[in-house]
């Protein structure tokens, strides 16, 4: 059972916004760090965004900051990476993690995944 699910992605053009959600699956992560990253097909997979579970702490990656934000709503378990101004260097798939302990930007230390979103923004 894959301990992650997201949703939300899709085809957006540029300049347009996306939100994407990522639930747990069987269990609960309420005492872990959450993570965003993103890889495109080739490339090594790149952190997008962090937050604790239960403190609300970010982390964000230079090339969202200021048009993505991450967020959390406890009574949905569920966490959000709202996207906007979205730039077509911004396609990749999207996988939402989580890791026990601090915040990290080092995608090896995450040890629970979801299988991905696509997002596509076309210019």
């Known amino acids: 059972q894959v301990p992650l699910v997201e949703s939300g992605g899709g085809f957006v053009q540029a300049g347009g916004s996306l939100r994407l959600s990522c639930a747990p699956s069987g269990r609960t992560f309420s005492s872990y760090a959450m993570g965003w990253f993103r890889q495109v097909l080739g490339k090594e997979r790149e952190f997008v965004a962090a937050?604790?579970?239960?403190?609300?702490?970010?982390y964000y990656a230079d090339s969202v900051k200021g048009r993505f934000t991450i967020s959390r709503d406890n009574t949905k378990n569920t966490v959000y990476l709202q996207m906007n101004s979205l730039k077509p260097e911004d396609t990749a798939v999207y996988y939402c993690?989580?890791?026990?302990?601090?915040?990290?930007?080092?995608?090896?230390?995450?040890?629970?995944w979801g299988k991905g979103t696509q997002v596509t923004v076309s210019s």
């Open positions: 937050i604790r579970w239960s403190g609300g702490s970010t």
């Open positions: 993690a989580a890791k026990s302990g601090t915040l990290s930007m080092r995608y090896v230390e995450y040890g629970y």
